[in-house]
């Protein structure tokens, strides 16, 4: 992650060089791009190269040009720095590159897209056995999960996304239906409510 935030610094420093094609350039000017010593700066370039990010040629000497060349394009690796900071539950790290960077909509459409399709319900077989995630994107830590203690929004759709109700309410018919509960009876005085589960519906 690290040294692609380095790789995204560089290439974008250097935007009138395109992929694949060579440039001399001093080892001091790479090390202040990337604000570090030149010792820094080689040892950074050695692990680009063998990621196959550039092509570094160094020339050993004071004072003379190495050949440095970029194989990766700058947009290609911030989608991918985006894409690792959203599954590492960084999304407001994920915005944030996306949008400070300079790239083309297209490919911001193209990351959405991708986002939209990484959230929500999926399910997946490991090992013989059926996985069943559902993933949703918060920026805020989560204070409770039950539904007598929700107080926020975000917390509350969680809850009604995890959970079954006792009864639904029918827009068409505008009566509450039966849903884990098959029957209740209500006793107006003593403001109690009995109700009945239906087997079909176990609570685990």
Known sequence: MKLASHYIR???HFPHIGEHREQEILLEDIASVLDCTHRNATLLLKKMHEQGWLQWLPQRGRGKRSALSFTVPVEEMIIGVAKELVERKDLRGALEQMNVSSIPESLKDHFHSWLNGYFGYSSELRDSKRYDTLR???????QTL?????NFTTEAHLVNQLFDSLVRYSRLTQTIEPHLAHAWEAD???DRL????????PVP
Do not use: C, W
């Open 146 to 150: 039950d539904p007598a203690f929700t």
């Open 194 to 201: 009995d109700l009945l589960f239906a087997q079909r519906h």
């Open 136 to 142: 949703f994107p918060l920026t805020q830590p989560i």
């Open 10 to 12: 560089l290439r974008e």
């Open 188 to 190: 107006r005085h003593a």
